[in-house]
């Protein structure tokens, strides 16, 4: 069922709906209940094995966290950044088109699951599975486009809209995902056949709500929303870890990638705030006095959540919450507040994170302006977060310098809509200048 489903998904502006024959459509796989299990599990196979790895790997090399390390044409023009890349460059058209088909297999579910007879419980962890994939999915994607189509359209001719909608849109499926879990929480069918082992469900809910209603403030000027950024990161609970697995069969996907050398992390994280002392550095990487090829940078030997073809990658990370508690509370002026958070990542000791993620420093003792601040947040989520597909995003919102008068931190704003894209949807705008 999933290599059918997978094959008949339209992306962004094209369709690849090619009729088999011999094989049930799609409309009949959709209508029984094995095929909505089976969508169900795909749609998380897919994501973990295939569209995260873009979100981690393609981001991660325009904010400088990785580099190339291979003289494929694609990844040197990533690194490049700038007007070097192009509209057709195969890393952006991955991420594009992954996470439109992540985008569509979850319209499917939310669309069909509701007619299959099945457990409410069953449902109701489809349903919220669903909503939770497609707001991820619109997440990444407005970390990295400025505009984009909130959905997909049959006729490969969606509308594109401010990518602050699409925060602003991932914020309603996540509450929408929140409060099904909580009319209806999931049965012990959901959980043994369909989520993943070491997938925390709710939890992920609760820390993505909190990720993008963060964004969609920040973006909207919606105090609001800062105040569900809150509430969403207090209902965290940080001991129950939630990670998207991996095995033989579906392997780590950023490992893999850097295994045969196409990707290497930079030496001190890829930033230049990186504060001496910080133990965080050896949770991440280990020293080498290896160089990329063919730029010949300062690499390291990945560690962290990437060395090894089975490890599991974390769905957040517990201090992700605190420091959103921290940015949240900074823009709204309770100074004493957001330093509290901060410190409350500086002083983290290895034996107080459930991933052992520690930066043993001193307590915070700079300025308390909200430039200041926000910079300091920033270093600490360069290091705290390293390599989780959000530096991207950090670096514009948090103020750091870009093009085009630097290349240093970030060598682009937004990319470009992938050449694809523009043949086959008019709505597709003007690319940005950086």
């Not at 909608?165 to 049965?187: C, G, H, Y």
Request: some cysteine; hydrophobic content about 40%; proline content about 7%.
């Amino acid at each position: 069922y999933l290599l059918l489903l997978a094959a008949g998904l339209s992306i962004g502006g094209c369709s690849l709906d090619v009729p088999n024959p011999n094989s049930p459509s799609d409309n009949q796989v959709l209508t029984t209940r094995d095929g909505i299990f089976s969508l169900a599990v795909g749609l998380q196979q897919f994501y973990a094995g295939s569209a995260l790895e873009t979100a981690i790997l393609a981001s991660g090399m325009s904010s400088r966290e990785v580099v190339a390390n291979s003289t494929f044409l694609n990844l040197i023009e990533l690194e490049q950044g700038g007007t070097a890349l192009p509209r057709g460059n195969g890393n952006v058209l991955a991420m594009w088109s992954r996470h439109y088909r992540v985008i569509d297999m979850a319209g499917q579910l939310i669309t069909n699951a509701p007619n299959v007879n099945m457990d409410n419980g069953t449902r109701s962890g489809i349903m919220a599975t669903a909503y939770l994939f497609k707001a991820m999915a619109l997440g990444n994607l407005a970390q990295s486009f400025e505009q984009l189509p909130l959905d997909v359209q049959a006729d490969g001719k969606a509308p594109f809209r401010p990518r602050a909608e699409a925060f602003t849109q991932a914020v309603t499926l996540l509450e929408q995902a929140r409060d099904l879990l909580q009319s209806s929480p999931v049965s012990s069918e959901f959980t043994s056949k369909i989520q993943p082992v070491g997938f925390n469900l709710a939890n992920t809910i609760q820390a993505r709500l909190a990720r993008y209603s963060l964004l969609a403030g920040v973006y909207t000027s919606n105090n609001a929303l800062f105040t569900k950024a809150e509430q969403a990161a207090n209902a965290v609970n940080p001991t129950q870890i939630s990670v998207f697995p991996y095995d033989t069969r579906t392997q780590n996907p950023v490992y893999n990638q850097i295994v045969i050398n196409n990707y290497a992390p930079r030496d001190s994280l890829g930033t230049p705030l990186f504060e001496a002392g910080d133990a965080r550095l050896a949770f991440w990487t280990t020293p080498s006095a290896a160089t990329s090829n063919p730029g010949g940078y300062r690499i390291e030997t990945v560690r962290g959540f990437f060395d090894a073809s089975t490890k599991s990658i974390a769905a957040f990370l517990p201090g992700e919450m605190r420091l959103i508690r921290a940015e949240v509370y900074a823009r709204l002026g309770q100074t004493a507040n957001a330093v509290a958070e901060i410190d409350s990542i500086r002083r983290k000791q290895a034996s107080q994170d459930p991933f052992a993620i520690g930066a043993n420093l001193p307590a915070y003792s700079g300025p308390t302006t909200l430039a200041d601040l926000l910079t300091e947040i920033y270093r600490q989520r360069c290091a705290e977060l390293y390599m989780q597909g959000l530096r991207f995003e950090d670096s514009r919102r948090l103020g750091r310098p870009g093009p085009p008068g630097s290349f240093v931190e970030r060598n682009r704003d937004f990319y470009p809509y992938p050449q694809s894209e523009r043949d086959n949807n008019p709505n597709t705008p003007s690319d940005p200048a950086n």
